[in-house]
């Protein structure tokens, strides 16, 4: 054979078919090594019920809120029911219904005096929560949601059982959110951790 | 070299390579254009745990199952423990145990009559929160379990506390599954939403 | 031209390309078989914060855990707040301020100790509750821990609720992990299914 053909068969080879080998083998190289994303894969994101009401759960649902937002998590709390303890600022029955008035004096004045799940004898339980947790430098739950909002947590209150319960938005916080159901359905399935508190 | 065998080397290349290489390169670009979704990705489902059988914590958990359903998400609700209060139909003492009639005893009726988890004071609290509720038009737990099993919602009773506290199939809705927590956590670990409430 | 020319050309086309769009196209069937998972995707993981220390939660906690591990999943629970009561395995007064004392006694003795959220008249509760269970063969809350470990779930005590509340590794369970609740966001954010019990 000659070394002629040989050669030719060479750079033919190369001239016609050598460049588009190149790119189809840089190509798979790079889907190799960059997988891509897929649309369904959740984000880095954690969204959160806050549906209970006393000291201790509001404390670990915001523990869990504050740390992973200082995790550099997106967090979205929502807060309903109970949980909208956490919201207010101060008690108010002008405009309310006799039932909703009933609600309103049931329900603590603030987070600074929600009561806690387990260590409420005789209104005992609060305050000695609370000086056992100043003991260990721990936050409260009013500095707890101050926090969040400065860390860019996204607060919502439940607008369902606002209208329920009788909440007024004057009695909740400024800079805060309002929604549904849908609002938290929809960070949550965005989303890589989601929880009922 | 000839012109002849140099178009003889051509077509060669051609032949030999050019179909296979188109080949490669249109399923490259198609892998390009979609790629593939992961088989580890979430779908769009919730399932929820149903553990607590209060009827705000009920009413918290069917609001999130139903508003799922109703953004086009397949939901799976497993009700165990006290939970199993929301598929009840009616009490019934026959064929069990001194201990399990205890049981039925202390379950309520069904869940029109659940106790909420805060309001109960001397009985007050449930006739007060459905009254809340139906002055703003909310649905009890009853209608929303029935509305849940119309949007579709897989609702699934635990064999386990049934057996535990002696809940017959008898006493529970139509239409649902039994199953125990592999259930569950086979919806679960394909869901995009999971809770326990 | 001769036919053996062209076999020859055919064969030296062969021996330059061939192998390289073999290689390719094993390349691309094997990406179209296994796409590739993309970073983002949630692991085969469940991951648990136990906040509740109810017998009747702690069980469905645990039974939750059991299972996950039992179908292969890796599992991880954080036990904090009322939680830890699960671990304990005698209570201590020694080196505690009286604060602490105070949270001590409150606390049941350990899992076997401790109260059903919702039997609990008298104390008549947890007994019964555990003669119904062994009535059906189901294991006790120590029981599950300790199979729990075998299956090699992960268990973690919350630090910071152990400072608050006075616990010390002396009074938890062997063998198990101690952190914040960065170790439970950073499993919980690689995990398929996250609960708050």
Redesign the interface.
């Known amino acids: 054979?000659s070394p002629?053909?040989?050669a030719?068969?060479?750079r033919?080879?190369?001239e016609?078919?050598h460049t588009?080998?190149q790119h189809?083998?840089s190509?798979?190289a790079a889907?190799?090594a960059a997988?891509?994303?897929?649309?369904?894969?959740?984000?880095?994101r954690?969204s959160l019920?806050v549906?209970s009401?006393e000291m201790?759960?509001l404390f670990?649902a915001l523990?869990?809120g504050v740390?992973?937002a200082s995790?550099g998590?997106q967090v979205s709390m929502f807060f309903?029911?109970?949980g909208l303890t956490a919201l207010r600022k101060s008690k108010s029955y002008a405009g309310k219904?006799t039932?909703?008035k009933?609600?309103a004096m049931?329900l603590p004045d603030g987070p600074a005096h929600v009561p806690t799940?387990?260590?409420n004898m005789g209104g005992l339980g609060p305050p000695?929560f609370k000086?056992?947790?100043k003991?260990?430098n721990?936050e409260s739950v009013p500095d707890m949601v101050a926090l969040a909002q400065e860390l860019g947590v996204k607060i919502v209150a439940c607008e369902?059982s606002m209208?329920?319960?009788?909440v007024t938005r004057e009695e909740l916080l400024d800079g805060i959110d309002y929604g549904?159901?849908?609002v938290?359905?929809?960070d949550?399935?965005?989303?890589?951790?989601?929880?009922?508190?």
Chains 1, 2, 3 share one sequence.
């Open positions: 054979m002629e053909l040989e030719l068969v060479a033919l080879v190369d016609r078919v588009r080998l189809v083998e190509a798979l889907l190799k997988p891509p994303t897929c649309t369904a894969c959740p984000e880095d954690a019920v549906f009401g201790d759960t670990a523990t869990i740390g992973a995790m998590m309903t029911f109970w219904s039932a909703q009933m609600v049931m799940s387990r260590m000695f000086y056992l947790m003991q260990r721990v369902m209208g329920v319960m009788g549904g159901v849908a938290f359905l929809d949550a399935s965005r989303s890589k951790i989601s929880l009922f508190v």
